[in-house]
């Protein structure tokens, strides 16, 4: 088989497993399919440009994984664990830390020419400006950034930017928009800035930047809790079983850290929450559901649609700045004995993880099950799922999601499998 042929099946049967919502069902765009065929119709004619970029990206991957098992910024970090200690980062690389910052933001605003907005952060952050790396995207909804550099480039583009938005400071500090922390420009491997439709993947046509938008525009933005409201009403509601507390990430990030009592979906993509929400209306619809993830912006447009699709008794929140706030208060509170959040922040670089070691490791490597939080990824071409194994148990060439992983290259993997039918199970 010729491989170009190889990657466009590939990516077709990928597509449609990620559109899997019962064993004989799938749905897209809002449609349900009873048959793959059918389904595969939909996709050839409505998806062209997925598909093509799906299989341009299992063939990159392919390529990476035959020049490097292991990606070049995978061991970059090593954290110190001991209890109490502070939240160090042994830098391999020469970057003085305090020297250097990462700041993750969003900004769900119209932009009318995202175009251009990229070609200025093209010309302003790349090596001939602020020299910074990360991932910039950018589209009529607004922008999703993860930039990183030297403090002071850092700071220069932070104050570009709230000049070429027009940002003030009024309800909210300039940190907790920015969400600055610790990490150097090595932390990402290079500098990627696209024009995307939407920042933050939903993939539902009916939730527009308007939706998203709407509580704020008619001046009831308390749908948005403060890490303390948000505390407090975990606390005064935990033993009412109309009280859902909802995870709105990926599996493998609550996986290494997450509220205590959380409902946390076996999720692989954010753009499947909408299916999970289907199945679950019965169940929650009149609750009152307290969303988070990372930094705010998945739970934007997780809360529009839990807004959209139940009842209009239900009461939807979301924590403001995401789990990343929620620990910055949680450090400035030592009176609270017990910190409703354990594990670590899982984050989208080199770094992985961040949170101080105190909030525990509620993850075990797979091979001995002693506590670890540290991901690494199946060696297996094609598998890109994430593997936790400890530094003792870890075999370079060796380090498999799982056993059907290791004998065979076909995927989908038992274990994904397995995740996939949790997911639908849920
Ligand atoms: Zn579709
Ligand atoms: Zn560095
Ligand atoms: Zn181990
Ligand atoms: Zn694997
Ligand atoms: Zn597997």
């Known amino acids: 088989m010729l491989p170009a042929r190889k990657w466009k099946r590939q990516a077709l049967r990928q597509f449609c497993y990620d559109k899997r919502t019962q064993p004989d069902q799938w749905k897209c765009c809002g449609t349900l399919y009873d048959s793959k065929a059918s389904l595969g119709r939909h996709i050839h004619q409505h998806h062209p ?8 990206q299992l063939a990159a991957q392919h390529d990476l994984h035959d020049t490097q098992s292991v990606p070049s910024n ?4 090593g954290r110190r664990v001991e209890k109490g200690s502070s939240d160090a980062i042994d830098l391999t690389c020469a970057c003085d830390p305090e020297q250097s910052r990462v700041i993750l933001f969003y900004q769900y605003t119209k932009i009318d020419d995202p175009n251009r907005l990229a070609e200025q952060h093209g010309k302003f952050c790349g090596p001939a400006g602020w020299d910074l790396t990360g991932k910039v995207r950018i589209s009529h909804e607004g922008v999703n950034a993860t930039l990183a550099g030297s403090s002071s480039n850092i700071e220069s583009y932070m104050t570009w930017y709230e000049c070429t938005q027009q940002l003030t400071w ?12 610790i990490g150097c420009r090595h932390v990402f491997d290079s500098l990627s800035i696209k024009w995307v439709d939407e920042i933050c993947p939903l993939g539902q046509p009916s939730i527009t930047l308007a939706n998203v938008l709407q509580s704020s525009a008619t001046g009831h933005s308390t749908h948005k809790l403060s890490p303390q409201q948000f505390h407090t009403m975990i606390t ?12 709105t990430r990926n599996y493998y990030e609550s996986k290494i850290g997450r509220f205590k009592g959380a409902v946390t979906p076996a999720i692989r993509k954010f753009s499947v929450f909408p299916s999970f929400t289907d199945r679950h209306r019965a169940d929650w619809n009149g609750k009152t559901i307290l969303t988070y993830c990372t930094g705010g912006i998945r739970c934007e447009k997780a809360t529009a649609y839990l807004r959209s699709a139940l009842s209009e ?7 403001e700045g995401g789990i990343h706030e929620y ?11 017990d ?5 670590k922040n899982y984050v989208f670089d080199a770094r992985q993880r961040l949170g101080p070691p105190s909030l525990g490791v509620i993850s075990h490597c797979q091979a001995c099950r002693q506590p670890w939080d540290k991901y690494r990824k ?10 936790l194994v400890c530094d003792s148990c870890f075999q370079p060439g060796q380090c498999f999601c799982c056993h059907e992983c290791q004998r065979s290259t076909s995927s989908p993997c038992q274990c994904e499998r397995d995740r996939k039918a949790k997911e639908l199970a849920m």
């Open 327 to 337: 620990l910055n208060w949680i450090e400035t509170q030592p009176e609270i004995q």
């Open 170 to 181: 009024k309800t909210r500090s300039r940190d907790s928009f920015f969400k600055p922390s």
């Open 378 to 387: 199946c060696d297996t071409p094609m598998c890109h799922l994430l593997v």
């Open 339 to 343: 910190p409703l959040w354990q594990g």
């Open 74 to 77: 995978q061991n970059l970090y």
């Open 49 to 56: 440009q997925d598909l093509l970029q799906l299989e341009q």
């Open 313 to 319: 008794d239900t009461k939807v929140y979301m924590l």
């Open 236 to 247: 005064a509601g935990q033993d009412h079983d109309d009280l859902l507390l909802l995870d």
